[in-house]
């Protein structure tokens, strides 16, 4: 828990418009559990599981806060106390239930739960209130367009995770295992800015063929190709998340020139964001330079996935996903081909729409970078 990051009009807005979107979607109010969404409306952090900390939106009405007494002052430290938002405290052996209850306005005929409310909160409510839905699509409204202040901390934590990226050949030499590597790079996420390491993938070799792989004991080797895929939180909350595809040594002429096109494939999505086209018109850009190349096959995954807060979010740039883009959408564009028992390799960058195309929040060097002797 931290003290709010915006002003304090910043969540005031944020929560008249979530407010606006629960009358909208038909609802009495939704309850919003601890995580991204809870962070985004209202700076509070608070990850308590089985103790209910809920911020309720009633559709006509002030939200409330329902708060266990012990953590009151960290919630009163957060937007919730600049904005002298209602709060209902409970201790143990009272009901937090009927606390909703009473915040949404008694006996709600449909209301909505964040994606993130625990299982352990959602039942109880169900007994008392009624089967809730899934409040996603009002919640998601909010959060898939950034206003400028949340880019700047997005590309303060772009210009962070770049940063680490340029230190990363230093730290690739063959001798060295996966896990050594991870870990100089953990701290350099740390040192470059970043309050938390989020994640941080070195695939090495084979292991760069799984898209899912993290670290491991693998010693990497002269010759390898390095897939380090690595991401943190700045003190804001706001995350990065970028891809470099390294060569340990010398690759070999036709690795070299698979990872040419990947480049060009990624460039090439990247150029085709602006806003009024589809998601999924974004993916095929990029697949579009794989296919002709021969290795449409190689490619496993979406394109990219939407930041902010926390790492995946809408908008999710994928096929089948008819989206419409919109200035101030932020999202990964990260095409990857693998090639399993051998080697695979990824690039990715954090890209914002703006009002005619894109602007790239990741500028650390694309081409195949050379690292160790
Ligand atoms: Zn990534
Ligand atoms: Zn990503
Ligand atoms: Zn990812």
New binding site residues.
């Given amino acids: 828990m931290s003290t709010p990051f915006f002003d304090a009009s910043v969540y005031a807005a944020r929560l008249a418009r979530a407010r606006a979107l629960v009358a909208e979607a038909g609802l009495d109010g939704i309850v919003v559990g601890p995580g991204p969404d809870l962070v985004y409306l209202a700076g509070v952090e608070g990850d308590t599981i089985e103790r209910l900390t809920a911020l309720v939106i009633p559709a006509a009405g002030e939200p409330t806060v329902v708060v266990p007494r012990m953590e009151l002052a960290k919630v009163r430290d957060t937007a919730v106390g600049s904005l002298g938002l209602p709060l209902a405290d409970w201790i143990d052996g009272e009901d937090p239930y009927a606390l909703v209850e009473s915040a949404l306005g008694f006996a709600p005929a449909r209301f909505g739960v964040s994606d993130a409310l625990p299982a352990l909160h959602v039942i109880p409510l169900s007994d008392r209130l009624g089967v809730p839905v899934l409040a996603t699509e009002v919640l998601r409204e909010g959060r898939m367009v950034k206003d400028a202040a949340e880019i700047a901390e997005l590309r303060r934590a772009g210009e962070a995770i770049d940063a680490v990226h340029r230190r990363v050949p230093g730290l690739l030499r063959a001798g060295r295992t996966e896990r050594e590597v991870a870990a100089d790079i953990s701290a350099a996420i740390v040192e470059e800015g970043h309050r938390t390491v989020e994640f941080v993938i070195v695939a090495s070799g084979p292991n760069g063929a799984d898209p899912h792989h993290e670290v491991s004991d693998r010693v990497i080797a002269d010759g390898d190709i390095v897939v380090v ?1 690595i ?1 943190g939180a700045v003190p804001s909350g706001y995350n990065s ?1 970028s ?1 470099r595809t390294y060569a340990v040594g010398e690759p070999d002429p036709e690795t070299a020139r698979r990872i040419a096109v990947l480049v060009a494939a990624q460039q090439a999505a990247v150029d085709a964001v602006r806003p009024g086209i589809t998601a999924e018109e974004v993916d095929a850009a990029a697949r579009e330079v794989l296919d002709a190349a021969g290795l449409g096959a190689a490619f496993l995954h979406r394109t ?2 939407g ?1 902010g807060v926390s ?2 979010e809408e908008p999710y740039i994928a096929p089948g996903n008819a989206l419409l883009l919109r200035e101030g959408m932020a999202f ?1 564009i ?1 095409p990857g081909i693998y090639f399993p028992g051998e080697w695979g390799a990824r690039i ?1 960058d954090i890209v914002v729409v703006t009002a005619d195309g894109s602007d790239r929040l990741n500028l650390a060097p694309h081409v195949l970078a050379r690292a160790g002797d």
């Fill in positions: 895929d991401g998340d891809t990219g996935h930041i790492t995946h990964s990260e990715e």
